[in-house]
């Protein structure tokens, strides 16, 4: 059973950056796609960022698009969201996600703030 642990969220001021990483456990990651999704307040869970199991492809939200980086490194089993011009809009809770034969895989969240 693959199992998914987030971690760098955190406070930080508008313009900063922040670099989420997901280290997987229970299974390798190399054939699966992933993603990272994000939950504000009020709103329902959205999809940041997606990067193929062969790392070649990759999709971000327009909303995200030049600001925020997906990556992933198969050997360390782990993927990560490097972040920056972060602006308050961007506050939410992140989620990492894991999906192979229609199967979906989700860390636990951590919460990102953007504010002075």
């Known amino acids: 059973q693959l199992q998914l642990v987030e971690s760098g969220g955190g406070l930080v001021q508008p313009g900063g950056s922040l670099t989420l990483s997901c280290a997987a456990s229970?299974?390798?990651?190399?054939?699966?796609?992933i993603g990272w999704f994000r939950q504000a307040p009020g709103k329902e869970r959205e999809g940041v960022s997606c990067?193929?199991?062969?790392?070649?492809?990759?999709n971000y939200a327009d909303s995200v698009k030049g600001r925020f980086t997906i990556s992933r490194d198969n050997a360390k089993n782990t993927f990560f969201l490097q972040m920056n011009s972060l602006k308050s809009e961007d506050t939410a809770v992140y989620y990492c996600n894991a999906l192979r034969f229609g199967v979906n895989y989700w860390g636990q969240g951590t919460q990102v703030t953007v504010s002075s």
């Open positions: 229970g299974s390798t990651l190399d054939y699966y796609g």
């Open positions: 990067i193929s199991s062969s790392g070649s492809s990759t």
